[in-house]
């Protein structure tokens, strides 16, 4: 029996899952099919973990039928993070802090930007000026916020979700699907069995002992 936990980015990065459909919705109908005839056939098992396929739920504004169809495909499951032999609780804990002081500091910079802006024009603040104000301040803004994201976030695992996928999936001995460059990183630093995403249609080949096409 082989076990997979699959990322958010499974059904939203179309670059890297391109042959299993044209968009979300269509990428979702089909491995929701696949999922459920490979269960059937006892030879798969999926995983989401709950953080994660709330997650999943923020892109839409309502459950709709793709959505029905996974929920019932995969088994969504919390891993006991407790039981890792670093308290998965204390790392979920550790990177949800990590996230609120990052953000928290990336709205310090940009206060302090505009006070520092400020200060330099208040001889020439009126109301009509201070909309061009923000419209000029808004490009530095924007860059500001793309390095600090850089810096903190790349190549690294930065939400509570992220750190769910690790912990179930070394839990489950399971093989993680994502196309988070972080996350792959750090699964190869916890032992934790990974495949990148654009090999996943592949790899559900692999496992079919069923006739209909995947897509």
Not at 36 to 43: D, F, M, R
Not at 127 to 149: G, H, M, V
Not at 185 to 205: E, M, Y
């Amino acid at each position: 029996m082989q076990k997979l936990v699959i990322d958010t980015n499974i059904f939203f990065n179309l670059e890297e899952i391109k042959d299993l459909g044209k968009n979300t919705n269509e990428v979702m109908d089909n491995l929701s099919k696949i999922f459920s005839n490979l269960a059937k056939s006892g030879v798969l098992e999926v995983y989401i973990p709950h953080s994660v396929w709330e997650e999943i739920l923020s892109f839409f504004d309502k459950k709709t039928d793709e959505l029905k169809k996974l929920a019932t495909s995969v088994h969504l499951k919390t891993p006991q993070r407790e039981k890792i032999n670093i308290p998965g609780s204390v790392l979920h804990d550790l990177l949800s802090e990590f996230r609120k002081r990052s953000y928290r500091g990336m709205k310090i910079a940009e206060e302090e930007i505009r006070n520092a802006c400020h200060k330099l024009s208040e001889k020439r603040q009126d109301s009509s000026s201070k909309k061009d104000f923000e419209l000029a301040l808004a490009p530095f803004l924007k860059n500001l916020r793309e390095r600090y994201r850089n810096a903190l976030r790349t190549k690294f695992i930065d939400s509570t979700a992220d750190l769910d996928l690790l912990l179930l999936a070394k839990e489950l001995d399971a093989t993680l699907i994502t196309t988070d460059q972080g996350l792959l990183i750090w699964a190869k630093r916890l032992g934790v069995k990974t495949l990148p995403a654009h090999l996943l249609k592949k790899k559900l080949l692999s496992l079919k002992s069923w006739t209909p096409r995947l897509v």
